[in-house]
């Protein structure tokens, strides 16, 4: 399903004077609900008249062998942006942050994104060579990685181009669009150093080259040290098979680095002594500096958050009183320690009630209950994870990196809120 977002500009000066000078903000309060409005106890029709789904019998068990969303929930699906690539099979789409809650994203609306399409892999004939300096060089079966120990871990796993389209001002209307290659799911693997330890590292080692069995044959070099501390060969997302979107039957997981490592339909890994020449074709995932120099191998995602709802396709509806504000934050580091909330642009900040589990390298969900007055606001998230890093102001991202970057922004975004409920992606200065 695709949706042609709509482009906009970056704010006039006038208006960003505007909401500098204090119209916007003060009124809405962060503390203190509303009482909240008693439901019409008495003629409430869908409960006093008898409906249809109370009428009749439902389907039955097994209607739907595999479940499915009900059909009320049909607009909640990836979305691509149709002028952004060229094939569909280079290409990438969006989850839609604004519809979901929680920390986990359902294995259906995770962001894709594919160099050579979507490999259709059967099982029994995949393999995992691994090879290079090594004492024996081994290939794996999916049953023989079966009989490994395996773990268990919620990462995040973000696109370093996420949000990439927002370095120069205001662009795209929507947080599945702005930050939706980002997604957060429970893995099931085996140890990528228990791999490596019986086929026998040599002692010159030093990096690894992972290749997956796509079209592209996406390769990645990726230093041993990773390797051995926290990399995961994984065969299951949120209990069941990957999907093949994300590398059926087999994908590495890098926790805390940049998506395009975590080699999906993973085939093969050369041990060796320094990085390979990435192909021409997947060597972009370089930062571009204003002095025209690049940065290379940047590969933690830094401390980023986004406020999910409300949003620009997540209006409010139910206009003035009791509110929700909430939004994920995650960090490559570790643990999220605080978020914090502003209504005014950043003038004024709150700490926002993280709640659900805390796990490193994995999202984190917060809130912030407001009671609404219905005037405007300006609102932004602002993360802090357990290394001390300070999710940074698009201007001060663009002060330390230049405007010709596409990756790593973890700028602070700005949504304006509407007296009608109705919000912008905007910038403040
Ligand atoms: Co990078």
Request: proline share 5%; hydrophobic share 40%; charged share 25%.
């Amino acid at each position: 399903m695709t949706e042609k977002p709509e482009a906009k500009q970056t704010l006039e000066p006038t208006s960003r004077r505007r909401f500098l000078s204090g119209a916007v903000g003060g009124a809405a309060a962060a503390a203190g609900l509303a009482a909240a409005r008693p439901a019409v106890a008495e003629g409430e029709s869908v409960i006093t008249e008898v409906q249809d789904w109370n009428r009749y019998l439902g389907d039955g068990v097994v209607s739907r062998p595999y479940g499915t969303p009900s059909q009320y929930e049909a607009n909640v699906v990836r979305r691509d942006v149709e002028w952004l690539t060229a094939s569909r099979q280079s290409s990438v789409s969006f989850t839609p942050l604004h519809e979901l809650d929680g920390i986990i994203t359902p294995n259906g609306l995770c962001f894709e994104r594919h160099h050579g399409g979507t490999a259709e892999i059967e099982p029994s004939q995949h393999r995992l060579m691994v090879h290079g300096l090594v004492d024996t060089p081994l290939v794996f079966t999916m049953p023989d990685l079966m009989r490994f120990p395996r773990e268990n871990h919620v990462y995040f796993l973000e696109c370093a181009a996420n949000s990439g389209m927002e370095w120069r001002g205001a662009q795209l209307n929507g947080c599945q669009y702005t930050h939706g290659m980002v997604h957060c799911v429970a893995y099931t693997g085996v140890r990528l150093k228990d791999l490596l330890a019986e086929a026998g590292i040599k002692t010159n080692a030093k990096w690894l080259l992972a290749e997956g069995a796509d079209a592209a044959a996406m390769t990645r070099s990726i230093p041993l040290e990773k390797a051995l501390d926290d990399c995961l060969v994984a065969f299951k997302m949120n209990g069941e098979a990957l999907r093949p979107e994300q590398g059926y039957p087999l994908r590495l997981v890098v926790p805390g680095w940049e998506g395009n490592m975590w080699i999906k339909w993973l085939r093969r890994i050369e041990v060796g002594d320094q990085p390979w020449q990435q192909r021409e074709e997947t060597s972009k995932y370089t930062d571009l500096l204003a002095n025209g120099k690049a940065r290379r191998f940047t590969w933690v995602m830094d401390v980023k958050s986004v406020i999910t709802s409300p949003s620009p396709q997540a209006p409010i509806r139910h206009g003035r009183g009791r509110a929700v504000i909430t939004g994920l934050a995650w960090s490559g580091n570790g643990r999220i320690k605080r978020v914090d909330v502003s209504l005014d642009g950043g003038r004024n900040w709150t700490t926002a009630r993280i709640d659900g589990p805390s796990l490193s390298k994995a999202m984190h969900r917060f809130y912030l209950d407001i009671d609404w007055d219905g005037s405007e606001l300006l609102l932004q998230s602002r993360a802090i994870d357990e290394a001390g890093f300070v999710q940074p102001t698009k201007n001060e991202l663009r002060a330390a990196r230049g405007e010709n970057s596409i990756y790593h922004n973890n700028g602070i975004q700005t949504w304006y809120v509407k007296a009608d409920g109705t919000v912008e992606n905007v910038e403040v200065s």
